[in-house]
């Protein structure tokens, strides 16, 4: 036994003895973390290719890390039964992320990243709307309370609102679905089998709108992107990980270092300082929805809860 194979031996006990919470938490943070990472490297790279072509390579590259997880188990984690749940689930995310790489592009990391805060929102909203859950009016007030907060980082009629703003909202609303189709998905098939079937139908489905605005590029280029899809891999299995370790009540909390993260990144590498709407309206949207993320816990309604469309 090598001393690698000892160690990695070593941290797995170990990790096996934390609680679900505990582990849960961390995988949250781990995810936040790796998300911000690749938006920022998103944002750098859309200054030389253009967002779709982007997408493209972050789905490609994404699911080739995954390869080896899946040809050690002889691609039993492809197995499942809901091969048209994934395909919607594809279908709708690479919508989403297409507007959600596009917002990157164009407006700066924090306004995005506390516009994706919405997406707790609109699933509290779908709930009602189509699942036929109970009207109750706390639900209503702190969904009214994350549009004020949107309000207040938009601020229409006072500043003009982008259309990466725009673009970043339809996201959160579109992701909002899909994290319904992941929590009905991930009863059944394991975090990698979720994470390998999204990188295969958004391949398939980013192949036409990459092909529509393909550019040139340098080997250079193509490391950014193989990183982009290293840490979008790494941050869609601690996230779909993390949602099996524990309950998404106990995970919004951390999900608010996504802010942290990429202000610090927009204010590093991009010379982007966040404005004092982007921290209060964000605060607002996101208290907003762990608000409605513990009242339906404490009601045991099973919370529609997730972190925003993070691609």
């Given at each position: 036994?090598?001393?690698?194979?000892?160690?990695?031996?070593?941290?797995?006990?170990?990790?096996?003895?934390q609680?679900?919470?505990?582990?849960g938490?961390?995988l949250?943070?781990?995810s936040?973390?790796a998300f911000?990472?690749?938006?920022?490297?998103?944002?750098?790279?859309?200054?030389?290719?253009p967002?779709?072509?982007?997408a493209?390579?972050?789905?490609?590259?994404g699911l080739?890390?995954?390869l080896?997880?899946?040809?050690?188990?002889?691609?039993?984690?492809?197995?499942?039964?809901?091969i048209?749940?994934h395909a919607l689930?594809g279908?709708?995310?690479?919508?989403?992320?297409?507007?959600f790489?596009?917002?990157?592009?164009?407006?700066?990391?924090a306004?995005?990243?506390?516009?994706?805060?919405?997406?707790?929102?609109?699933?509290a909203?779908l709930?009602?709307?189509?699942?036929?859950?109970?009207?109750r009016?706390?639900?209503?007030?702190?969904?009214l309370?994350?549009?004020?907060?949107m309000?207040?980082?938009?601020?229409?009629?006072?500043?003009?609102?982008?259309?990466?703003a725009?673009?970043?909202t339809?996201s959160?609303?579109?992701?909002?679905v899909?994290?319904?189709?992941i929590?009905?998905?991930?009863?059944t098939?394991s975090?990698v089998?979720?994470?390998a079937?999204m990188g295969?139908?958004l391949g398939?489905?980013?192949?036409?709108?990459?092909?529509w605005?393909?550019?040139?590029f340098?080997?250079q280029?193509?490391?950014?992107m193989?990183?982009?899809?290293?840490?979008?891999?790494?941050a869609?299995?601690?996230l779909?990980q993390?949602?099996?370790?524990?309950?998404p009540?106990a995970l919004?909390?951390?999900?608010f270092?996504?802010?942290i993260?990429t202000?610090?990144?927009?204010?590093?590498?991009?010379?982007e300082?966040?404005d004092?709407?982007t921290w209060?309206?964000?605060?607002?949207?996101?208290l907003?929805?762990?608000?409605?993320?513990f009242?339906?816990?404490q009601?045991?309604?099973?919370?529609l809860?997730?972190?925003?469309?993070?691609?």
């Amino acid at each position: 036994m090598t001393r690698q194979t000892s160690s990695l031996q070593g941290f797995g006990i170990f990790w096996n003895r934390q609680t679900p919470a505990l582990r849960g938490i961390v995988l949250m943070c781990l995810s936040t973390f790796a998300f911000s990472i690749m938006h920022g490297l998103v944002r750098f790279v859309s200054e030389v290719l253009p967002p779709f072509q982007i997408a493209f390579f972050r789905n490609i590259f994404g699911l080739a890390f995954l390869l080896p997880l899946l040809m050690r188990s002889r691609f039993a984690m492809l197995r499942t039964q809901r091969i048209g749940l994934h395909a919607l689930r594809g279908v709708i995310n690479i919508i989403a992320m297409l507007m959600f790489f596009t917002a990157l592009s164009t407006s700066p990391l924090a306004k995005v990243t506390a516009l994706s805060f919405t997406a707790p929102i609109f699933m509290a909203v779908l709930a009602v709307l189509v699942l036929g859950e109970r009207f109750r009016i706390y639900r209503w007030l702190a969904i009214l309370s994350g549009f004020i907060g949107m309000l207040i980082i938009l601020r229409p009629g006072f500043v003009a609102i982008d259309t990466g703003a725009l673009l970043v909202t339809g996201s959160a609303a579109l992701w909002a679905v899909a994290m319904v189709l992941i929590k009905i998905l991930s009863r059944t098939d394991s975090s990698v089998t979720i994470v390998a079937y999204m990188g295969i139908f958004l391949g398939i489905f980013s192949i036409v709108p990459a092909l529509w605005v393909w550019q040139p590029f340098g080997w250079q280029t193509l490391g950014w992107m193989v990183l982009i899809g290293l840490f979008g891999s790494i941050a869609q299995i601690s996230l779909s990980q993390s949602l099996k370790e524990t309950d998404p009540t106990a995970l919004m909390p951390f999900d608010f270092l996504k802010l942290i993260w990429t202000a610090f990144i927009g204010a590093w590498f991009f010379a982007e300082i966040p404005d004092i709407y982007t921290w209060i309206g964000a605060a607002v949207i996101f208290l907003s929805g762990l608000f409605i993320a513990f009242r339906e816990r404490q009601t045991k309604q099973g919370p529609l809860t997730d972190t925003g469309p993070s691609a």
